[in-house]
């Protein structure tokens, strides 16, 4: 007997590797795509190799009248093929939704599998998940295009075409209830509709950004996963396929705004800015989670010692701000600029707590390396903290500690931290698999920030999940577009979300401000779309536009002060489930075809509906209340759904939002 939930996986030989299509019992195609994509053509006919393994296949092969080999695996524990000794391909199916795929050659320049974007019948299938990106589409856009790049946390700023933003998780579903997950680090490529093939593509291969390994072999491991629908494969993703997290980060900071200076002073800060800053929170009434100092307190970058210039005496700079009600955090980053004094601490001989390079001597300490240097935005030649060796870590964190038993400094913004910012050729810690490399170091510099506590923030993820801390945003421009604009906020939530990050941090409201000031409008609009999000980050203040503005942000951050406590509910049942505290509107009901498309509303829970107002200028907007009874919480109007709203009226200073009774 077999359940609903069962899941076949089907093949079909095509040129030298396979078309699959993975299928529920009633027949219907949940995925599809190519095994063996990048295959030479003419390769031999495979030979079953099912034999060489401990378990026999329960179906027999058969061929059809063009001579292909078909064969339909259900709960086959393993089955292989193997072209000569040019590659292998073997599937293995254990218990639950998955299969996993695993490719191996010692002669092949690249293994590359292939998932549809577009079915056979020209529908588009709709993507979920996958990275952070500059111009952030929930599903993925299908008219996109991205050529092959290494799948890595990057700094997309910097170039979008060659980099994705800092969570780059290795997980992908699609509305049919079909998933893609790589558990196993390793040399990654990705590529998304390249020359509008209408495909999404994993690959392995030899070259940069990925070290050498010194051998011709090539290993491309991951999953797919087929469920009855969407969210039933998620929840079951989110329940087994990563590690859930054992506590939740700080709760006043999923209650009250976090202050920072960044956006507003940029590197512009010194004690009276900061306490003139914490004194016009006060004045106008704001409450606070806790005012974060950012970039250029330092004496030099890397020193972690304040500039005495600037900060004549933090001490009493950070008690005067705690005797008025703030905790206090500091800006940090991994970076060892080479004019800071600490520079020489980090490397000399004898001792490397930095990235390496792979050159180095024999000297009478034993062999020494290099440190490796990098170009970053504050600093022409640095290098960077090596997070994969336990002393260069103890070395690094002891100094923040210091920071901390010095000032009374609360906790940290660990910025950075992507694989991009590495040093070229990177030579980490020997018992990291070099397969493993330069991934292997946002995840180690995740886990060893972590220790420092709930009010932790970081920017970057991979393979982070079980961590209790918040997971910042990229960097937003002061714009409205998908295009790392307001939009974006709503599909760069519901990606963090799904791929497993519940405690999400939104960027500052209004955006950085990299090319002037937000607009009036532009910073009220981004006020709404944050209210229903676990946290709030101000740095530009309301007051620089008027009094209007700031009763407003007044009102707004009441309002989600009033939610805190579903906030912290739901991030204490992410414990049990691995679930987002947001989630995308079609999980309420995961077949209907209009919820599944919808990229501009959002859900806190189950139970509350957001739609904010994302287009300059508009003062009204559609919305799409899916299944269930909904309480317009501004009317106090009942509805039943599915159904739209036409031109919901939503003047400037109006965020819809609606509770499923």
């Given at each position: 007997?077999?359940?609903?939930?069962?899941?076949?996986?089907?093949?079909?030989?095509?040129?030298?590797?396979?078309?699959?299509?993975?299928?529920?019992?009633?027949?219907?195609?949940?995925?599809?795509?190519?095994?063996?994509?990048?295959?030479?053509?003419?390769?031999?006919?495979?030979?079953?190799?099912?034999?060489?393994?401990?378990?026999?296949?329960?179906?027999?092969?058969?061929?059809?009248?063009?001579?292909?080999?078909?064969a339909t695996y259900p709960f086959t524990p393993v089955y292989c093929y193997k072209w000569g000794d040019v590659a292998r391909f073997e599937v293995r199916k254990p218990e639950g939704h998955c299969y996993d795929i695993t490719w191996t050659s010692e002669h092949?320049?690249?293994?590359?599998?292939?998932?549809?974007?577009?079915?056979?019948?020209?529908?588009?299938?709709?993507w979920y998940g996958g990275a952070e990106e500059l111009e952030q589409h929930f599903p993925l856009s299908p008219d996109n295009t991205r050529?092959?790049?290494?799948?890595?946390?990057?700094?997309?700023?910097?170039?979008?075409?060659?980099?994705?933003?800092?969570?780059?998780?290795?997980?992908?579903?699609?509305?049919?209830?079909?998933?893609?997950?790589?558990?196993?680090?390793?040399?990654?490529?990705?590529?998304?509709?390249?020359?509008?093939?209408?495909?999404?593509?994993?690959?392995?291969?030899?070259?940069?950004?990925?070290?050498?390994?010194?051998?011709?072999?090539?290993?491309?491991?991951?999953?797919?996963?087929?469920?009855?629908?969407?969210?039933?494969?998620?929840?079951?993703?989110?329940?087994?396929?990563?590690?859930?997290?054992?506590?939740?980060?700080?709760?006043?900071?999923?209650?009250s705004p976090i202050w920072s200076t960044w956006a507003q002073y940029k590197e512009h800060i010194n004690q009276t800015v900061v306490m003139q800053f914490a004194d016009e929170i006060l004045e106008h009434g704001f409450t606070n989670s806790q005012i974060e100092i950012d970039d250029n307190w330092e004496r030099a970058y890397g020193d972690a010692v304040f500039n005495t210039d600037k900060f004549p005496d933090p001490g009493e700079m950070v008690s005067a701000l705690k005797g008025r009600g703030f905790r206090v955090t500091l800006w940090i980053h991994p970076f060892v600029n080479v004019e800071s004094e600490r520079f020489a601490d980090a490397a000399t001989d004898g001792i490397m707590y930095l990235v390496r390079t792979a050159k180095g001597k024999l000297t009478s300490a034993g062999y020494q390396y290099l440190p490796g240097l990098t170009l970053w935005w504050q600093g022409f030649a640095a290098g960077c903290v090596d997070f994969t060796d336990e002393e260069s870590r103890n070395w690094w964190s002891q100094r923040l500690d210091q920071i901390r038993n010095d000032y009374g400094i609360d906790s940290f913004k660990f910025d950075a931290g992507?694989?991009?910012?590495?040093?070229?050729?990177?030579?980490?810690?020997?018992?990291?698999?070099?397969?493993?490399?330069?991934?292997?170091?946002?995840?180690?510099?995740?886990?060893?920030?972590?220790?420092?506590?709930?009010?932790?923030?970081?920017?970057?993820?991979?393979?982070?999940?079980?961590?209790?801390?918040?997971?910042?945003?990229?960097?937003?421009?002061?714009?409205?577009?998908?295009?790392?604009?307001?939009?974006?906020?709503?599909?760069?939530?519901?990606?963090?979300?799904?791929?497993g990050y519940p405690f999400v941090l939104p960027d500052m409201v209004g955006g950085n401000g990299y090319i002037g000031v937000p607009s009036r409008e532009l910073y009220i609009r981004w006020m709404q779309v944050n209210v229903f999000m676990p946290a709030i980050q101000i740095s530009y203040v309301p007051w620089i536009y008027d009094a209007e503005v700031v009763n407003h942000t007044l009102a707004m951050v009441a309002l989600h002060e009033k939610y805190a406590p579903d906030i912290i509910r739901l991030a204490e049942e992410a414990k049990t489930t691995g679930l987002g505290i947001n989630r995308p509107i079609?999980?309420?009901?995961?077949?209907?075809?209009?919820?599944?498309?919808?990229?501009?509303?959002?859900?806190?829970?189950?139970?509350?509906?957001?739609?904010?107002?994302?287009?300059?200028?508009?003062?009204?907007?559609?919305?799409?209340?899916?299944?269930?009874?909904?309480?317009?919480?501004?009317?106090?109007?009942?509805?039943?759904?599915?159904?739209?709203?036409?031109?919901?009226?939503?003047?400037l200073f109006t965020l819809p939002y609606f509770s499923k009774i």
């Open positions: 007997t077999k359940s609903g939930s069962d899941v076949y996986l089907v093949l079909h030989a095509e040129d030298s590797g396979y078309r699959f299509k993975l299928e529920k019992i009633t027949g219907d195609v949940i995925m599809s795509g190519k095994f063996g994509a990048g295959l030479p053509k003419g390769l031999l006919t495979p030979e079953d190799c099912t034999n060489d393994q401990r378990y026999k296949p329960a179906v027999t092969n058969s061929t059809d009248n063009n001579g292909n080999i078909n092949l320049s690249i293994l590359e599998d292939c998932m549809d974007i577009q079915d056979s019948n020209g529908e588009n299938i709709k050529k092959r790049v290494p799948y890595l946390p990057g700094d997309m700023l910097q170039d979008s075409k060659k980099f994705f933003g800092g969570v780059a998780e290795p997980y992908w579903l699609n509305h049919r209830g079909g998933a893609v997950y790589v558990e196993e680090e390793q040399p990654l490529f990705y590529s998304w509709n390249h020359n509008f093939d209408k495909r999404m593509c994993l690959s392995t291969m030899k070259g940069d950004p990925y070290p050498d390994d010194e051998t011709n072999s090539l290993k491309l491991t991951y999953k797919v996963c087929g469920a009855d629908n969407v969210r039933v494969m998620h929840e079951y993703a989110a329940a087994n396929l990563w590690r859930r997290p054992d506590k939740i980060p700080d709760t006043r900071m999923m209650t992507e694989s991009n910012w590495l040093p070229e050729a990177p030579v980490f810690n020997k018992d990291e698999s070099k397969r493993s490399w330069p991934g292997i170091y946002s995840t180690r510099y995740v886990e060893h920030v972590a220790r420092f506590g709930g009010m932790v923030e970081v920017r970057t993820a991979r393979h982070s999940q079980h961590l209790p801390i918040f997971v910042r945003m990229l960097d937003k421009n002061s714009r409205w577009g998908y295009d790392n604009g307001l939009k974006s906020m709503v599909t760069t939530l519901l990606q963090f979300s799904m791929t079609w999980w309420l009901d995961p077949t209907d075809e209009t919820a599944l498309g919808i990229d501009s509303e959002f859900l806190l829970g189950d139970s509350i509906l957001v739609a904010p107002v994302l287009e300059k200028g508009a003062v009204s907007r559609d919305i799409y209340l899916p299944t269930g009874d909904w309480l317009d919480m501004l009317t106090n109007e009942t509805m039943t759904g599915p159904t739209w709203l036409t031109n919901y009226p939503a003047d």
